[in-house]
């Protein structure tokens, strides 16, 4: 596609304006939450969004997967979901013979809303899905899209009735964004475009090919032994009672972050700095995409919670 990576680096910062100031027609004020989304789907990972209702987390998912020209599919979790609701089932043809029915989870992007919402083993299943990025139903295997994300809500507020994901399962995605209510003058040109009858077409800024393409390039990119040193000390440092523990892990927190946090840092930095322009990423980069990587990789003790430190409290100390 390109002569060389270097050649590739340009195309892709051109590339990812051109995302950029399209997602932006559509959603408004929110460009920390788009980088995140973007670098977790070039990166070949996937996001949990968290946010009150009404923050456009649907309307966000839905513009990418427009501007990026892939097929996308939306799963409302609820208490009666089953893993057959989103994996497919069999049923029985006309012709006497079973034949599988594709579920929703057969499709490039996946927006898994409310994710809390539904039992554990519908979790689960999707779960396995985000990992293996393929399924076995009925003794047969069937391989997902590709490229293959799951972006999943979470409501802060609403607990009651939920099925909080654990720990384990968390891991799994590489992300987790945290939404915020938008500033008072994006709030206003949001209400101003949305209460009017304004029709925007959106560009296909990327085919399939090229972001399969983009998420090579992002992992050949080269990395110094020290950025690759700090990323994964800083995942260490999390640990409290270890060789590398930081004071404040060792006293606030109760787990820390795995080696799938180390192995995020380095991925996310090196897509950090892609989009930056640079050819390697540097400590900055890894810092940049920290907070998203680590927040719900720790786990806070009984006096974190006791002094009202905040998670990202001790990821900020963990950075110094």
């Known amino acids: 596609?390109?002569?060389?990576?270097?050649?590739?680096?340009?195309?892709?910062?051109?590339?990812?304006?051109?995302?950029?100031?399209?997602?932006?027609?559509?959603?408004?004020?929110?460009?920390?939450?788009?980088?995140?989304?973007?670098?977790?789907?070039?990166?070949?990972g996937h996001c949990l969004l968290i946010g009150v209702p009404g923050l456009a987390k649907t309307l966000l998912v839905n513009t990418?997967?427009?501007?990026?020209?892939?097929?996308?599919?939306?799963?409302?979790?609820?208490?009666?979901?089953?893993?057959?609701?989103?994996?497919?089932?069999?049923?029985?043809?006309?012709?006497?013979?079973?034949?599988?029915?594709k579920g929703p989870?057969?499709?490039?992007?996946?927006?898994?809303?409310?994710?809390?919402?539904t039992p554990p083993k519908t979790q689960a299943a999707l779960l396995e899905a985000m990992q293996e990025r393929s399924i076995t139903t009925g003794g047969k295997h069937y391989e997902l899209g590709n490229p293959f994300f799951v972006l999943a809500?979470?409501?802060?507020?609403?607990?009651?009735?939920?099925?909080?994901?654990?720990?384990?399962?968390?891991?799994?995605?590489?992300?987790?964004?945290?939404?915020?209510?938008?500033?008072?003058?994006?709030?206003?040109?949001?209400?101003k475009n949305t209460t009017a009858d304004l029709k925007v077409d959106l560009k296909k800024i990327l085919t399939a090919e090229e972001i399969i393409y983009f998420q090579n390039l992002v992992r050949r990119i080269p990395i110094a032994d020290n950025v690759l040193e700090y990323a994964v000390k800083l995942a260490s440092?999390?640990?409290?009672?270890?060789?590398?523990?930081?004071?404040?892990?060792?006293?606030?927190?109760?787990?820390?972050?795995?080696?799938r946090a180390s192995q995020y840092l380095v991925i996310g930095a090196k897509c950090h700095s892609l989009i930056k322009g640079k050819y390697s990423p540097d400590i900055e980069d890894v810092k940049a995409i920290a907070a998203a990587i680590?927040?719900?990789?720790?786990?806070?003790?009984?006096?974190?919670?006791?002094?009202?430190?905040?998670?990202?409290?001790?990821?900020?100390?963990?950075?110094?």
């Not at 989870?105 to 919402?117: G, H």
């Not at 994901?165 to 008072?184: G, I, S």
Request: glycine residues 4%; aromatic residues 10%.
């Open 64 to 101: 990418i997967s427009d501007v990026l020209g892939l097929s996308y599919n939306r799963i409302q979790f609820t208490p009666d979901l089953m893993p057959s609701d989103i994996i497919g089932s069999e049923i029985l043809g006309e012709d006497r013979h079973f034949k599988f029915i």
């Open 153 to 191: 809500t979470q409501n802060p507020i609403e607990q009651e009735g939920t099925y909080p994901l654990p720990e384990a399962q968390l891991d799994r995605f590489m992300f987790n964004v945290w939404l915020d209510y938008p500033a008072y003058q994006d709030e206003l040109l949001v209400v």
């Open 1 to 44: 596609m390109y002569k060389t990576d270097v050649e590739a680096v340009d195309a892709f910062v051109v590339k990812y304006k051109e995302l950029n100031a399209e997602i932006g027609k559509i959603i408004i004020g929110q460009d920390e939450v788009v980088k995140d989304v973007l670098i977790s789907i070039f990166s070949r």
């Open 294 to 320: 680590l927040r719900h990789r720790i786990v806070r003790n009984y006096k974190a919670e006791a002094e009202g430190v905040s998670v990202d409290k001790i990821i900020e100390e963990l950075l110094k």
């Open 105 to 117: 989870l057969f499709a490039n992007i996946i927006l898994a809303d409310e994710i809390n919402r």
């Open 237 to 259: 440092k999390s640990r409290p009672n270890t060789k590398l523990a930081a004071d404040i892990s060792n006293n606030y927190l109760s787990w820390g972050a795995g080696p």
